[in-house]
């Protein structure tokens, strides 16, 4: 799961989706930051959200509460960005400088608008190859493709997912699977 972040004093991030005109509302810093914590996101210079699953299209537009902005004794600075659960562990001095941060986030993306058994049927505009299998998104339309069991690679390209081929130790490869026989002893 997705965390909508805000760090800064006196700043808000509010999400949009596109989908259903849904507005999650958030990620609202106290407009002091005086008693800033390390590793809390409680509201004082960060703050965080969790994002409902199955979000495709939005976009968060950040604000400040009041007028504080110019004031040469205010913190200028506010970031919002989108971070996985339990990937950001807030520090004082990123409410002055987050520049340079490396943060994780988890993508999800499907194929197309149909599932799988409407997708098979048009086989110029399918995507999942030969020793492939399709999977229906749990959450919204479309599908993805993986690697049949005993295969391995990229389920969307020609001859992509390709046998496993564990021929240690006296085994032999079959197609999409592999036999081995164990020495006597």
Known sequence: M????TVGCDTRADIWTFDDVDYITGGASRSRCIGLHDGSCDGIGCRQLPLPYGISRFRIPSVRNTDRVGNCSFNNCSYVFIVQKDQYTFDETDVYNMLNRSILVVLEWKVGTADCESSQKNRTSYLCKENSVCITSEY?????????PGYQGNPYL?????????????CVNTNGSYNCTCPLG
């Not at 997705?2 to 972040?5: A, I, K, M």
């Not at 020609?158 to 006296?170: E, F, K, R, S, V």
């Open 140 to 148: 919204k339309n479309g599908y993805n493709c993986c690697c049949a």
């Open 2 to 5: 997705n965390h909508l972040t």
């Open 158 to 170: 020609p001859n992509g997912c390709q046998a496993l081929h564990d021929c240690t130790y006296g």
